[in-house]
């Protein structure tokens, strides 16, 4: 089964960027459809931000024109570009299958905005 390795978080100001990667153990290929998950304490783990293998992307309505997602089949990597973060952003960050699957979910890496 694959596993996926999530890297990039860390402690960042309000209106300030972060670069999430994902970087899976095998190909990535043969999985249709990719995206970044998040869970902030108390709430439940949500979709932000998917891809197709054909690059077609579809986003939460709270990141849309702040968040890109990218892929490249060819690494098994799958990119989370974040701009002008807000707090309410604060998470920890997974990448999964979509509809996500219950073994594949790694460690995830923390994003936490704050002044």
Sequence with gaps: QVHFVESGGGLV???GSLRLSCTASETIFDIWRMGWYRQAPGKQ???VATITRGGSTNYAGSVKGRFTI??????NTVNL????LKPEDTAVYYC???P??????????????SS
Aim: proline share 3%; glycine share 10%; aromatic share 10%.
């Design 13 to 15: 100001q309000p209106g």
């Design 45 to 47: 783990r949500e979709a």
């Design 70 to 75: 990218s892929r490249d089949n060819a690494k």
């Design 81 to 84: 570009q974040m701009n002008n």
């Design 96 to 98: 999964n299958d979509v």
């Design 100 to 113: 996500y699957r219950d073994d594949y979910w790694g460690q995830g890496t923390q994003v936490t905005v």
